[in-house]
Every structure is written in C-alpha cells, then in structure tokens.
C-alpha cells in the first residue's frame, strides 16, 4: 500500500540529506587534514586501551619513542588478562582486575593499570575459579591461542609472561607514528 503518490510525499525518502545544498553536500567529501588523521588514530588507539586522555597522555609523555608508550599499554594488568583470554573484551577484563578475580604471582591485584613485568604469572583466585562466570572458561581457552610474547596453562587458568610484546602484535602498529606526531606538537 502507497502512503501517496504525489512526488512531493514527506514519507518518500531521498538519497542526500535535506536542504537547500542537500544535493551538493552529499556528493563531494571534506579530505582529513595532517592533525585530523593524527588526532583520529590517537582516538582509536584511546578506545582500544580503554584509558582516559590524561592517563593515554601520560603513557606518550613518559616515553622516550612511541613503541615503548604502546608497550607500556600492552603490558597493563587488564590488557594482559584480555591478551590472555580470560575476558571476552577489555572492558570485561578491566572489571575482573577491579574485583579482584585476577592474581599477580598468586597475589590479589585490583589495579587495572597495574604494570606486569616479564616472568611474572597473571591467573585467577581460586575461588574466582569455581564462580558460574568461570565455569567453561578452560573449554573455551583450549581453542584459544595467546599472542606469541605469552603463554597459557589452561588447567590451571593462568598465563606467563614470557617477553615483551612486540609492536607489531598490538593492532595499533600503524598509527604508533601519527599518535607520537600528535603529542610531540
């Protein structure tokens, strides 16, 4: 059934958007300047990591290059438990470090910007283990594989350390450029 068939229907919807320069505002796109791509790639690498702006400053600030600020980000405690596989996203990871389901060398840590250093053995509390939350998690981590700078013994929920995460792991190695540009303005 037709609403109407005049060409001047409101309910028949147009291809650009409305106005006297609808036409001409939709065919033609602005190009991004120099500051544009770099505060866009510095927004998606915030969001990534999930940190706010004045902790993701500070991360770069403090840093002499920008492979070692994003390091620094890798090796946080919610990151390394997301790298892990013991959380769906970052963000759930970040909840599990704050209420203290996540062990650092067998020590409750809920920290989530908690800095993790080679060797050391993130897991979770053994009473954490045995939660409904928790219960098909070692099903779903045998298929799971960890990024090669970690490993997992999915027996007993827990993960190592082994090295320092290399840049090209991250997913961000592209913008690790555009994002010191952004900075060292």
């Avoid at 800095?115 to 050391?120: A, F, G, H, K, N």
Wanted: proline share 5%; net charge positive; hydrophobic share 30%.
């Amino acid at each position: 059934m037709k609403l109407c068939d005049n060409f001047k229907c409101p309910v028949q919807k147009k291809p650009y958007p409305p106005g006297a320069q609808g036409k001409s505002r939709g065919k033609r796109r602005r190009t991004v300047s120099e500051y544009g791509k770099q505060l866009l790639s510095k927004q998606k690498a915030k969001r990534i990591y999930g940190v706010k702006e004045k902790q993701f400053s500070n991360y770069f600030k403090n840093s002499p290059t920008g492979e070692l600020a994003i390091q620094k980000l890798e090796m946080r405690l919610d990151n390394v438990t997301f790298r892990l596989g013991l959380a769906n996203t970052r963000a759930m990871a970040r909840q599990l470090v704050s209420h203290g389901h996540i062990t650092v060398n067998g020590k409750k840590t809920s920290i989530p910007s908690y800095q993790t250093r080679v060797s050391q053995t993130i897991g979770l509390k053994k009473k954490s283990k045995v939660s409904p939350v928790f219960k098909d998690l070692s099903e779903v981590l045998k298929k799971y594989e960890p990024p090669s700078w970690l490993t997992l013994d999915v027996q007993n929920l827990e993960g190592k350390l082994v090295s320092l995460p290399s840049i090209e792991e991250t997913g961000v190695a592209s913008e690790v450029t555009l994002i010191g540009e952004f900075y060292s303005r």
